[in-house]
């Protein structure tokens, strides 16, 4: 059974996504950021690194197209506007090639912290697209990191999610039914 709700994920997706912020920081330096993953959850379990370089940073243009569209048109739409955008970095594994990143947006935490979402759309094997199983309703990956003023921080990756929308209010529904865990995130700036 799928659990629906909103997690501290979507909560972090409803403010970037939906609500103008005053003085949000959406361009900074180039970045890498890797992190512990600790899977527990229906699609396996299991700790591994987590690879994300953020090579630019979503504008407010990006990111008010992409609340438009969720919340005007839907899911479905988000998506294809999400795929339309230019790459703002890759995730990865040591051990596999990345791939794209479509959105990314930091603000400013308590303490000299940051908040930061980063969106994509899930990679669909060959198999997955021919034979369409459940999974493919389940198209985004969200990431929300907390990071503090050393660049060090936690956060989760929702891998095989659907954004819904109830009134006012982005909720991720998980496919695997919880986010893997991310912790001991180090952040450095890249050239």
Same mark, same amino acid.
């Given at each position: 059974?799928?659990?629906?709700?909103?997690?501290?994920?979507?909560?972090?997706?409803?403010?970037?996504?939906?609500?103008?912020?005053?003085?949000?920081?959406?361009?900074?330096?180039?970045?890498? #950021?890797?992190?512990?993953? %600790?899977?527990?959850?229906?699609?396996?379990?299991?700790?591994?690194?987590?690879?994300?370089? %953020? /090579?630019?940073?979503?504008?407010?243009?990006?990111? *008010?197209?992409?609340?438009? /569209?969720?919340?005007?048109?839907?899911?479905?739409?988000?998506? *294809?506007?999400?795929?339309?955008?230019? !790459?703002?970095? /890759?995730?990865?594994?040591?051990?596999?090639?990345?791939?794209?990143?479509?959105?990314?947006?930091?603000?400013?935490?308590?303490?000299?912290?940051?908040?930061?979402?980063?969106?994509?759309?899930?990679?669909?094997? =060959?198999?997955?697209?021919? +034979?369409?199983?459940?999974? %493919?309703?389940?198209? #985004?990956?969200?990431?929300?990191?907390?990071?503090?003023?050393?660049?060090?921080? /936690?956060?989760?990756?929702?891998?095989?999610?659907?954004?819904?929308?109830?009134?006012?209010?982005?909720?991720?529904? +998980? =496919?695997?039914? !919880?986010?893997?865990?991310?912790?001991?995130?180090?952040?450095?700036?890249? *050239?």
């Amino acid at each position: 059974m799928l659990k629906t709700g909103a997690l501290g994920v979507a909560l972090a997706a409803a403010v970037v996504l939906s609500i103008p912020t005053v003085g949000a920081q959406t361009r900074g330096e180039r970045e890498e #950021f890797t992190a512990t993953a %600790v899977v527990n959850n229906n699609l396996g379990a299991g700790i591994g690194r987590v690879i994300m370089r %953020v /090579t630019r940073w979503s504008t407010e243009a990006e990111r *008010d197209l992409l609340a438009r /569209t969720l919340l005007k048109s839907g899911p479905e739409k988000l998506l *294809d506007v999400l795929q339309d955008q230019r !790459s703002v970095g /890759t995730i990865r594994t040591p051990d596999s090639l990345g791939y794209d990143l479509r959105y990314a947006h930091q603000e400013p935490g308590e303490d000299g912290g940051r908040r930061i979402v980063i969106a994509t759309d899930r990679p669909i094997s =060959f198999w997955e697209a021919a +034979n369409r199983p459940r999974t %493919v309703d389940y198209p #985004f990956t969200v990431i929300q990191m907390q990071m503090d003023k050393n660049g060090e921080g /936690t956060g989760t990756l929702s891998y095989a999610t659907k954004i819904v929308t109830r009134g006012n209010t982005i909720e991720l529904e +998980n =496919f695997a039914s !919880s986010p893997v865990m991310l912790t001991e995130i180090r952040s450095k700036k890249i *050239d």
